[in-house]
């Protein structure tokens, strides 16, 4: 019997919730009404956790614990760039990057800089009431920028670097930001729309190097840089303004996935109780651990686990997604990426990380062949079966023999010392979870959350072989189950519960920033005092307590003869396909059939393309376009969709292979690479009807 089916995770409460009809319903979706639920919580805890530190109830006094606890021990570490060098192949310009090893702060230091700058930032003239814009990529100085200003109790505002021209206007603009924290790049594009900015009064750039002022000149900023705010706090210490734990902490700007973007109110004691559920969780948790921090901070997974980190003594290094194994794109080649530089225990990624993590061992095991292709096969499927026994057990020797012989090099991507990833933002494939666990040997955790909730809700238990789950509720988090009447879920489904997932307990957000409507139709506070956030994912509850989400009320379309697509499934299951970068299925009422765009992968392409002898001459555009092309793709697809066990009306009937990959700079996906389906759409409209023509 698996450890988890017992004691750790059989929910305990199991509450009937019979809505109490009240007349306070206004403006929620008609499917609320005759609500009726089953609720679920962590039997492992007998209220709902809100800190996991005692005594402590902001951010700002949990950072400023850790940095007199662990005072001497490192915090934050960067890499210095040595070289840098611009590579023309593939007629593409691409910047190839040589940097060296980290260079470390310890506790002490950054709390020196926090200080400094909460003082530099009140005496450029920035009133607490104010808010702060941070808008820049993830960094050391985001960081303490973030905790500079949770000393003087300063809201920030947050905003994912990718996001396009209107959606930063409207952040800022709606906020009333004083003050914007950028780095250089990101400065151009304030520039650039500086006429529609009322309130923004100065700017803070992260970045060192001077800065023109001619540039400058008509948008009336007062332009400082980080170092002198910095120092100009030194030499001026201002008292602290600590925040309480109903301050709002970060106002966070999530990049929806349709029209503009919507501000998600965190308060310090929203924050804080998702973080010390995660500190639960992971096990054994500490100095020892150093975390590769890659993400955006702008990213709710991202901005939890820099900050749990940094309670617990540990350190935090810094990478981008394009530097951070020796073959990604931005490495000069022999040259060390970020994670083997810097041997994280701890990692956070969304799904399309692992994906192509999984995609590159398997593409380069496959381009080995011979004897060392079959030993990776073999000790793969040994250590399948090991796995559906039990995580502990089968192991002993066996283990260890394939870990020499085989896993150590694919292990070695990462650093080598991975011993959990944190997973998040959308639902991780069985295959590459099943993938990422063997070949690294590490566990994933995945969880379930949304910004609106901080990332809180569920979170798989460390030792839960399974796959496809995403785990029992977090220690601070209630979660039940309502009828979908239209969907066709209802809680009295059998052999389990389904519904529409809903959120509750003290990691729920206060709602939308200047947002009441929305507010309203997506946020409720039930007679006990319990607020929960309606999330819009349908869900099911394993008898052990775990959820799996199944499906999504906003991305299931009924075509022509009236069956429902789940574009989001369909999509998964395709997506474990070699050839697939990226897809999107297109469907609507107006046919019976669907189609999908799909990004191709270039290394598995290629790789095809040579084993048929077909000639392209390195021209990528020509080879996409080949009938051959296509066809090996959508069979690959088919195959993907029998062993998912798609329905014939699911499959996409034609497809489109595109060769530019999805990025958030494209503005095509979100900074979590979640799909723009409308604006991809709007992209791809040409294409799409002309699949629609032909077939
Ligand atoms: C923190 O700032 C908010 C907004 O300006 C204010 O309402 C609150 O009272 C402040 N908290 C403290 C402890 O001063
Ligand atoms: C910014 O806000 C002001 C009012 O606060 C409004 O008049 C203006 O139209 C807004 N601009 C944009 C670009 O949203
Ligand atoms: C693992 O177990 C499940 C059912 O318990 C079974 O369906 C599956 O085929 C097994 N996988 C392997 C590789 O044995
Ligand atoms: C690649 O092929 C396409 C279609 O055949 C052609 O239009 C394009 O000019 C070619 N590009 C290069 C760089 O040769
Ligand atoms: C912001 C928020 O919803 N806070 C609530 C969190 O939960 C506790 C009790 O569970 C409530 O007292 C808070 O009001």
Not at 104 to 131: C, I, M, Q
Not at 543 to 560: H, M, N
Not at 627 to 637: G, I, N, W, Y
């Amino acid at each position: 019997m698996n450890a988890y089916i017992f004691g750790i995770v059989v929910p305990l409460l199991v509450i009937l919730f019979r809505s109490r009809s009240s007349t306070k319903r206004r403006g929620l979706p008609a499917d609320v009404s005759g609500e009726r639920g089953l609720a679920l919580r962590n039997h492992r805890f007998t209220s709902p956790l809100s800190s996991a530190w005692e005594g402590v109830t902001t951010l700002a006094e949990l950072f400023e614990r850790a940095c007199r606890e662990h005072h001497d021990r490192v915090l934050l570490g960067t890499r210095v760039e040595i070289a840098r060098e611009v590579d023309y192949s593939y007629g593409r310009r691409l910047e190839k990057l040589h940097l060296g090893d980290y260079h470390w702060l310890t506790y002490g230091r950054v709390f020196e800089s926090v200080t400094s700058f909460a003082s530099g930032l009140a005496l450029l003239g920035h009133r607490k009431e104010e808010r702060v814009a941070i808008f820049a990529e993830t960094r050391d100085r985001w960081f303490i920028a973030l905790q500079g200003c949770f000393r003087r109790n300063v809201t920030v505002v947050t905003i994912y670097s990718s996001l396009g021209e209107e959606a930063l206007c409207h952040s800022l603009n709606e906020t009333d930001v004083t003050t914007v924290i950028c780095g250089r790049k990101e400065l151009t594009s304030l520039v650039h729309i500086s006429g529609q900015l009322d309130s923004v009064k100065r700017v803070i750039c992260i970045d060192d190097d001077k800065i023109s002022s001619d540039l400058f000149a008509q948008t009336g900023w007062k332009i400082t840089s980080f170092a002198d705010v910095e120092s100009l706090g030194r030499d001026n210490p201002v008292e602290a303004d600590l925040p309480l734990s109903a301050d709002v902490a970060v106002i966070m700007y999530t990049s929806g996935s349709t029209g503009l973007p919507k501000g998600v109110m965190m308060t310090h004691g929203n924050v804080l109780a998702t973080v010390s559920s995660i500190m639960i969780i992971v096990p054994n948790l500490g100095p020892k651990d150093v975390y590769l921090a890659y993400l955006p901070m702008a990213h709710i997974l991202e901005l939890v686990a820099e900050n749990l980190i940094a309670a617990v003594g540990g350190s935090i290094g810094y990478g981008t997604p394009l530097t951070l194994t020796d073959t990604s794109n931005k490495i000069m080649k022999g040259k060390r990426g970020d994670a083997t530089a810097l041997m994280p225990t701890v990692m956070a990624a969304v799904p399309a990380i692992l994906d192509r993590v999984r995609e590159g061992v398997l593409n380069k095991v496959n381009a080995k062949g011979g004897l060392s292709k079959k030993l990776f096969y073999l000790a793969f499927a040994r250590r399948l079966l090991a796995l559906n026994g039990s995580w502990f057990g089968a192991w002993g020797w066996e283990k260890a023999l394939w870990n020499l012989l085989v896993f150590k090099k694919v292990q070695a991507i990462l650093g080598g010392r991975i011993r959990f990833i944190l997973c998040g933002g959308a639902p991780l494939s069985g295959d590459t979870q099943r993938f990422i666990n063997i070949c690294l040997g590490a566990p994933i955790g995945q969880g379930y959350g949304l910004t609106e909730t901080c990332a809180g809700g569920t979170f798989s238990d460390f030792d839960d072989t399974s796959v496809g789950r995403v785990g029992p509720p977090i220690p601070c988090s209630y979660i039940k189950l309502i009828d979908w009447p239209e969907g066709g879920y209802s809680t009295n489904d059998s052999p389990m519960p389904r519904g529409e997932i809903v959120i509750g307990g003290p990691n729920v957000s206060l709602g939308y920033f200047k947002n009441e409507e929305k507010t309203i139709e997506s946020y409720k506070v039930d007679e006990r005092g319990v607020r929960w956030f309606y999330t819009g994912d349908i869900g099911r509850f394993h008898k052990d307590g775990c959820i799996e989400i199944i499906d999504r009320k906003k991305d299931i379309v009924k075509l022509q003869h009236g069956e429902y697509v789940s574009l989001g499934k369909v999509e998964a299951a395709l997506s474990t396909s070699p050839y697939v970068d990226n897809i999107m299925l297109h469907a609507d009422p107006f046919h019976s059939y669907c189609v999908a765009l799909v990004v191709v992968s270039h290394p598995a392409l290629e790789q095809w393309a040579s084993q048929q002898g077909i000639a392209y001459s390195n021209n990528f555009s020509e080879l996409f376009r080949k009938e051959e092309t296509v066809k090996e793709v959508h069979a690959s697809l088919l195959k993907e969709a029998k062993k998912g066990r798609l329905e014939k009306f699911e499959i996409p009937a034609k497809i489109t292979c595109l060769s530019d990959p999805w990025t958030p700079e494209t503005g095509l996906v979100t900074a979590a690479l979640k799909l723009k389906r409308e604006i991809i759409r709007k992209a791809f409209q040409e294409e799409l009807s002309k699949l629609y023509a032909s077939v």
